[in-house]
């Protein structure tokens, strides 16, 4: 029995999760592969499907000469996440569920399962970094072009304690390199994008599946109506583009952008220029906080913080009451956008973070 210990890994059928099976395995590990599947599709659509992301992962997997399970999580994302997806869309919001699904599919569902079959730790191709002693605290990624942390402020410490992500001192270069040199033939492959495990599809048509779509008026913020939008559902805070108006009379000829939605009287609230007023806000509201040490830091502490993924740290001040949390920023944000999250860091460190309300 290999002394350091089995390892499952999440093999997705990128390049990631292949390059760290490859580097656990080189590390001395048991390691073991386990696909999953957590949507039902039609595997002859034209999106990147399930079927694909298994023959990618079979073949690093065989390359590997390393077994690969394969499971299906399908009721338990449409349970825990997807459900969730479609009411924050409902109630007029714009959610993350890459949160979500990490939280609930990836570190708990894949997670139970994979303690199950006697591992000691799963695996990811996550960029981000573990460091534990007493606890464990999730750095950022050395990468910070790349750095997934945002999308892992909701693990606690079981997860934390169980995980591990090979890849979180490397860049993506050097990563497409090693996949290379190992003779995979996903080394060049496009990193995935879109709604987690649902993959790339034209968003309208999909959420306009689940949800009734209620079109209403584009008004400005004197209340001149210039449009109709198609339902508040498909617009975000900050959006340019999509919006559908043309040349406005008496309006100079600076692009349209979404500043708000008024929710009651279904209205899309909508300003000229990139940088009016009316998308900026210094401070937010937040709840459904996680902090990943059990407990924030303080009541009251100034660190950064990141509205959305890649957005440059923010300098700001973060105030708790019990699970709500107000936060205000030594500059001002633009579009700060509801549904979304707030994740907060000191130095290398990831905090935690909660729901922009």
Not at 79 to 106: M, S, W
Not at 150 to 171: E, N, R, V
Not at 221 to 229: A, D, L, S, T, Y
Not at 282 to 300: D, F, K, N, V, Y
Request: aromatic share 10%; charged share 20%.
């Amino acid at each position: 029995m290999n002394s350091k210990g089995k390892v499952i890994i999440g093999l997705s059928g990128g390049v990631d999760s292949a390059v760290a099976a490859l580097l656990l395995r080189n590390q001395g590990w048991n390691v073991e592969a386990l696909f999953m599947k957590n949507w039902e599709e039609d595997d002859t659509a034209d999106y990147c499907s399930a079927a694909e992301d298994l023959a990618d992962a079979r073949s690093v997997a065989d390359k590997l000469g390393m077994p690969l399970h394969t499971m299906n999580f399908s009721a338990e994302y449409w349970e825990r996440v997807f459900q969730y997806f479609l009411h924050e869309y409902q109630a007029g919001r714009t959610p993350n569920p890459d949160v979500l699904c990490n939280r609930e599919i990836k570190f708990k569902a894949f997670l139970d399962h994979a303690l199950a079959m006697g591992a000691d730790f799963i695996a990811t191709g996550h960029y981000a970094r573990i460091s534990c002693n007493t606890n464990c605290h999730l750095l950022k990624a050395a990468d910070e072009n790349k750095d997934q942390s945002y999308f892992l402020y909701m693990l606690g410490q079981q997860a934390l304690k169980h995980s591990l992500f090979p890849l979180g001192d490397l860049t993506k270069p050097q990563v497409r390199e090693i996949a290379h040199q190992a003779g995979f033939e996903n080394y060049n492959k496009k990193d995935s994008t879109g709604i987690c495990f649902i993959g790339e599809r034209r968003f309208k048509d999909f959420l306009a599946t689940y949800l009734p779509a209620n079109p209403g008026e584009i008004r400005t913020p004197e209340g001149k109506v210039i449009g109709r939008h198609e339902g508040l559902m498909y617009y975000t805070l900050g959006q340019r583009q999509g919006l559908g108006i043309g040349g406005v009379a008496g309006s100079d000829e600076a692009p349209w952008f979404v500043a708000d939605k008024d929710l009651k009287r279904n209205l899309l609230i909508v300003v000229q220029g990139h940088d009016h007023p009316l998308l900026f806000s210094s401070t937010l509201e937040a709840e459904q906080l996680h902090w990943i040490a059990g407990s924030p830091p303080a009541r009251q502490f100034h660190c950064q913080a990141r509205c959305r993924h890649r957005q440059a740290l923010q300098d700001c001040e973060a105030c708790i009451d019990n699970d709500s949390m107000q936060v205000t920023f030594t500059s001002p944000q633009r579009a700060i956008t509801p549904g979304q999250s707030i994740v907060l860091y000191q130095d290398q460190e990831c905090l935690g973070g909660g729901i922009i309300r």
